[in-house]
């Protein structure tokens, strides 16, 4: 790691400046005195508008503007929010109707932005969406997970969006007809709300015929093009930029209605416009994740390994298609769909529907932790019923160290892995040798004890291009812009410290900039565990051409020729010179002779292929079965990231991923009533993972550097998740199974343990 990367665990910058309350989010960046903007949303889930007035709103104290679809309509504004779709087994195209800014003749989920309000005060706002009359006829709700109900939309009369295929399906049933053994099991991934700690928010401000949008994102460029289009601006005219931002997760990722609302507003009053969403409002309207439920079937020769495996999934898409809401249980679910076994016989079947519910999109993972939450729980439920310890049951069907590069049954090309390593390093970091122990310990209190293993695999998502460019200011510090965006991960003391340790530039001398369209033209932004790992190769292509720049002047400054000018990483030498100049020292010079050509570097690189942490959770839990409530009591994590630039960070992405995996599995549901009203619409009512929830995570690193990129890493951002809601699942049934129960379900809230255990005992008898 010494050309790459020192590995040193470097506590993060930025946070002095968010503990002191320094942070610069986009509610603390509006403009002072921007108008504000309050969204009037559907009372219900499903209806036919009959009429909308607005009229009294309009004439309310302090109301500048109020929208509806007919407005934008007449502004010219027709385009709906933009999604990506899969095709359909048979070629045809999956379903794609107009998802609009504002509800147009239909009410479609709750919440749906119906009417925007810009007034002076928010409390102006809020009381003229008051005076609103809206008439609708309702209409039934669908929310199963199953063709038929009353449409939603004309392109899906049975409300079916998609039916898709990846995998031979008749090698994969043949595989299942000679099999020795085949498990089957129907697994449910239920629905969450993202709750970033800051919830979603813009500004817009209309000024020389130039739109500046501020929101808090995970990338500028996307909301730029989007915006241009809709509001048929040129591309120039407009100017995004993200400040800070209080997480993101996938979900901050695509444009929403109320940006493309707020800028209008912004050009038509020409004034600032500023909307800041609150809780009811994410709860109600930030794209939600996960929502399937899978049948699964894996087939085992007599040796008990996998010959074949087959999902069957029925994924939820909510009202509309979002942003990438077709391609998650997909596309991207079929990533990792294997695993980290060698089969090549697999076939994955998915079926999206609508229903009059919130959007569903990414959620950290985005697809790889559904796929292994049912890889996972099946190899746990094959281990039970074939008498094999589950941890051998892996071990005999990992894919072989001498096998890679390997080539995955849906077309992954895992390059390198040596998935019994870490599974024996977490062996004994978890201390299973013990478990019996600790378990006699919980039984002679009157607990259930169990112990659950996920072994996980993430294929890195995103674009696999990114730039950065590198600039030697004035005052004598250095600015590197780049095209990614951080929600608090740490980007700012990653990207220095690169920068730093390829340059010999002190760490504190450098700046990073990002998040603005106009001083970064290029980008990628953030999500699939991309950043680190692109804008690493981008930076090392920048210090390249730095390197390259630098050299001819420098051979003329020292009297040397350029052949024999060498970098070391901190100095430039020579044989026959005395000097040994430091990138800022040659910028100095460089400055002095007026070549300002030499203070300004950057370049785009491309990884050649995508890298593929992977790794093993081992999760502990104990249970009252008195009560029904679980208890995380013991957690271990073993990950194979590939070479590491800080540890520290690395193991601060695991703990927050492995809470939100552990935290879906035992407390986090969305739920709905039958008329498709939001019950779990505060935190009231929605259960969110508190540090008392969560034990203290051990991490270990057990790295086997990717020869995907020349620094050898792989991301870590999603991998927590990706393998911990196996591990906790595994966990609870591990320790009820001793109690008869054979089959639950998350979240294992203390009812649903307590209410099953009773079911267990009852069957028993």
Same mark, same amino acid.
């Given at each position: 790691?010494?050309?790459?990367?020192?590995?040193?665990?470097?506590?993060?910058?930025?946070?002095?400046?968010?503990?002191?309350? %320094?942070?610069?989010?986009?509610?603390?960046? +509006?403009?002072?005195?921007?108008?504000?903007?309050?969204?009037?949303?559907?009372?219900?889930?499903?209806?036919?508008?009959?009429?909308?007035?607005?009229?009294?709103?309009? =004439?309310?104290?302090?109301?500048?503007?109020?929208?509806?679809?007919?407005?934008?309509?007449?502004?010219? !504004?027709?385009?709906?929010?933009?999604?990506?779709?899969?095709?359909?087994?048979?070629?045809?195209?999956?379903?794609?109707?107009?998802? *609009?800014?504002?509800?147009? #003749?239909?009410?479609?989920? $709750?919440?749906?932005?119906?009417?925007?309000?810009?007034?002076?005060?928010?409390?102006?706002?809020?009381?003229?969406?008051?005076? !609103?009359?809206?008439?609708?006829?309702?209409? *039934?709700?669908?929310?199963?997970?199953?063709?038929?109900?009353?449409?939603?939309?004309?392109?899906? *009369?049975?409300?079916?969006?998609?039916?898709?295929?990846?995998?031979?399906?008749?090698?994969? &049933?043949?595989?299942?007809?000679? &099999?020795?053994?085949?498990?089957?099991?129907?697994?449910?991934?239920?629905?969450?709300?993202?709750?970033?700690?800051?919830?979603?928010?813009?500004?817009?401000?209309?000024?020389?015929? /130039?739109?500046h949008l501020a929101f808090g994102g995970q990338g500028v460029w996307g909301v730029k093009a989007a915006l241009a289009k809709a509001l048929s601006l040129e591309p120039e005219n407009v100017h995004v930029t993200t400040p800070d931002v209080g997480g993101g997760f996938g979900m901050k990722a695509p444009p929403y209605p109320e940006y493309f609302a707020a800028a209008h507003a912004a050009m038509v009053l020409g004034r600032p416009v500023r909307w800041m969403?609150?809780?009811?409002?994410?709860?109600?309207?930030?794209?939600?994740?996960?929502?399937?439920?899978?049948?699964?079937?894996?087939?085992?020769?007599?040796?008990n390994r996998i010959i074949g495996y087959r999902v069957d999934t029925r994924s939820n898409l909510g009202a509309y298609n979002s942003n990438f809401g077709q391609l998650i249980q997909s596309n991207l679910f079929a990533r990792v769909l294997m695993g980290t076994y060698d089969v090549q016989d697999t076939y994955l079947h998915v079926e999206g529907f609508y229903t009059n519910t919130t959007q569903v999109d990414a959620y950290r993972g985005a697809g790889r932790?559904?796929?292994?939450?049912?890889?996972?729980?099946?190899?746990?439920?094959? +281990? /039970?019923?074939?008498?094999? =310890?589950?941890?051998?049951?892996?071990?005999?069907?990992?894919?072989?160290?001498?096998?890679?590069?390997?080539?995955?049954?849906?077309?992954?090309?895992? =390059?390198?892995?040596?998935?019994?390593?870490?599974?024996?390093?977490?062996? +004994?970091?978890?201390?299973?040798?013990?478990?019996?122990?600790?378990?006699?310990?919980?039984?002679?209190?009157?607990?259930?004890?169990?112990?659950?293993?996920?072994?996980?695999?993430?294929?890195?998502?995103?674009?696999?291009?990114?730039?950065?460019?590198?600039?030697?200011?004035?005052?004598?510090?250095?600015?590197?812009?780049?095209?990614?965006?951080?929600?608090?991960?740490? %980007?700012?003391?990653?990207?220095?410290?690169?920068?730093?340790?390829?340059?010999? !530039?002190?760490?504190?001398?450098?700046? $990073?900039?990002?998040?603005?369209?106009?001083?970064?033209?290029?980008?990628?932004?953030?999500?699939?565990?991309?950043?680190?790992?692109?804008?690493?190769?981008?930076?090392?292509?920048?210090? #390249?051409?730095?390197?390259?720049?630098?050299?001819?002047?420098?051979?003329?400054?020292?009297?040397?020729?350029? &052949? #024999?000018?060498?970098? =070391?990483?901190?100095?430039?030498?020579?044989?026959?010179?005395?000097?040994?100049?430091?990138?800022?020292? &040659?910028?100095?010079?460089? /400055?002095?002779?007026?070549?300002? #050509?030499?203070?300004? %570097?950057?370049?785009?690189?491309?990884?050649?292929?995508?890298?593929?942490?992977?790794?093993?959770?081992?999760?502990?839990?104990?249970?009252?079965?008195?009560?029904?409530?679980?208890?995380?009591?013991?957690?271990?994590?073993?990950?194979?990231?590939?070479?590491?630039?800080?540890?520290?960070?690395?193991?601060?992405?695991? %703990?927050?991923?492995?809470?939100q995996g552990a935290g879906q599995v035992m407390m986090e549901r969305v739920v709905y009533d039958d008329e498709g009203q939001l019950l779990s619409g505060s935190f009231m009512d929605y259960a969110m993972p508190r540090a008392a929830d969560m034990p203290m995570i051990g991490f270990s690193a057990e790295p086997v550097p990717s020869t995907s990129n020349p620094m050898g890493m792989k991301g870590c951002g999603e991998a927590g998740t990706v393998g911990a809601?196996?591990?906790?699942?595994?966990?609870?049934?591990?320790?009820?199974?001793? /109690?008869?129960?054979?089959?639950?379900?998350?979240?294992?809230?203390?009812?649903?343990?307590?209410?099953?255990?009773?079911?267990?005992?009852?069957?028993?008898?």
């Amino acid at each position: 790691m010494e050309k790459f990367g020192k590995s040193q665990a470097i506590t993060r910058v930025e946070d002095t400046r968010f503990l002191t309350g %320094h942070g610069g989010y986009v509610d603390d960046v +509006a403009p002072e005195g921007a108008l504000r903007a309050y969204v009037f949303r559907s009372p219900v889930a499903h209806a036919e508008i009959l009429s909308l007035d607005v009229g009294d709103a309009r =004439d309310s104290d302090g109301v500048h503007l109020v929208l509806t679809a007919d407005d934008l309509i007449a502004a010219g !504004i027709t385009m709906g929010l933009s999604a990506v779709t899969v095709k359909n087994r048979d070629g045809s195209d999956a379903a794609a109707p107009h998802r *609009p800014i504002l509800a147009k #003749d239909k009410l479609r989920h $709750v919440g749906e932005p119906v009417a925007v309000i810009v007034a002076d005060t928010l409390d102006q706002a809020r009381d003229a969406a008051e005076l !609103i009359e809206l008439d609708y006829e309702d209409l *039934p709700a669908k929310l199963d997970l199953a063709p038929g109900g009353t449409p939603l939309h004309d392109e899906a *009369p049975d409300n079916r969006a998609y039916d898709w295929g990846l995998g031979d399906e008749v090698a994969c &049933a043949a595989a299942f007809r000679r &099999a020795a053994n085949v498990v089957r099991m129907e697994i449910t991934d239920s629905r969450i709300i993202v709750n970033s700690i800051e919830p979603r928010g813009c500004f817009a401000d209309w000024q020389d015929g /130039r739109l500046h949008l501020a929101f808090g994102g995970q990338g500028v460029w996307g909301v730029k093009a989007a915006l241009a289009k809709a509001l048929s601006l040129e591309p120039e005219n407009v100017h995004v930029t993200t400040p800070d931002v209080g997480g993101g997760f996938g979900m901050k990722a695509p444009p929403y209605p109320e940006y493309f609302a707020a800028a209008h507003a912004a050009m038509v009053l020409g004034r600032p416009v500023r909307w800041m969403g609150e809780r009811s409002d994410a709860m109600l309207s930030d794209h939600h994740g996960r929502d399937l439920i899978s049948d699964a079937a894996l087939a085992f020769d007599e040796n008990n390994r996998i010959i074949g495996y087959r999902v069957d999934t029925r994924s939820n898409l909510g009202a509309y298609n979002s942003n990438f809401g077709q391609l998650i249980q997909s596309n991207l679910f079929a990533r990792v769909l294997m695993g980290t076994y060698d089969v090549q016989d697999t076939y994955l079947h998915v079926e999206g529907f609508y229903t009059n519910t919130t959007q569903v999109d990414a959620y950290r993972g985005a697809g790889r932790p559904e796929a292994i939450y049912v890889l996972e729980r099946m190899m746990d439920q094959a +281990a /039970r019923e074939l008498g094999v =310890d589950p941890w051998e049951l892996r071990r005999i069907n990992f894919i072989p160290k001498d096998k890679f590069p390997y080539m995955s049954a849906t077309g992954e090309n895992y =390059d390198v892995g040596d998935f019994n390593k870490v599974l024996a390093t977490a062996e +004994a970091k978890a201390d299973r040798a013990g478990f019996a122990a600790r378990r006699a310990d919980s039984e002679a209190r009157g607990k259930l004890r169990g112990i659950g293993l996920s072994y996980y695999i993430e294929s890195i998502l995103g674009d696999p291009s990114e730039g950065a460019k590198v600039e030697f200011n004035e005052d004598g510090t250095v600015s590197i812009y780049v095209g990614t965006q951080s929600n608090g991960q740490g %980007h700012e003391t990653v990207y220095a410290k690169f920068l730093s340790d390829q340059t010999g !530039i002190p760490m504190d001398m450098i700046s $990073v900039v990002q998040g603005d369209s106009d001083r970064i033209a290029q980008g990628g932004g953030t999500g699939g565990s991309r950043s680190v790992t692109v804008q690493a190769n981008a930076t090392l292509a920048t210090v #390249d051409k730095m390197v390259e720049a630098f050299t001819p002047y420098l051979a003329d400054k020292m009297g040397v020729d350029e &052949a #024999d000018i060498r970098f =070391d990483d901190e100095t430039f030498r020579a044989p026959g010179s005395n000097m040994t100049p430091t990138f800022l020292e &040659a910028a100095e010079m460089a /400055r002095a002779d007026g070549r300002a #050509d030499l203070l300004v %570097h950057e370049a785009r690189a491309t990884l050649p292929a995508r890298s593929y942490p992977n790794g093993a959770h081992v999760a502990e839990v104990e249970v009252d079965p008195d009560t029904g409530a679980v208890e995380l009591v013991k957690y271990t994590v073993v990950d194979d990231f590939g070479n590491l630039i800080n540890p520290l960070l690395a193991e601060g992405q695991v %703990h927050g991923g492995v809470a939100q995996g552990a935290g879906q599995v035992m407390m986090e549901r969305v739920v709905y009533d039958d008329e498709g009203q939001l019950l779990s619409g505060s935190f009231m009512d929605y259960a969110m993972p508190r540090a008392a929830d969560m034990p203290m995570i051990g991490f270990s690193a057990e790295p086997v550097p990717s020869t995907s990129n020349p620094m050898g890493m792989k991301g870590c951002g999603e991998a927590g998740t990706v393998g911990a809601m196996a591990s906790t699942m595994n966990a609870v049934l591990d320790a009820l199974w001793q /109690r008869g129960v054979r089959k639950i379900d998350m979240p294992v809230t203390p009812l649903r343990v307590w209410e099953t255990l009773q079911d267990a005992t009852e069957d028993a008898r």
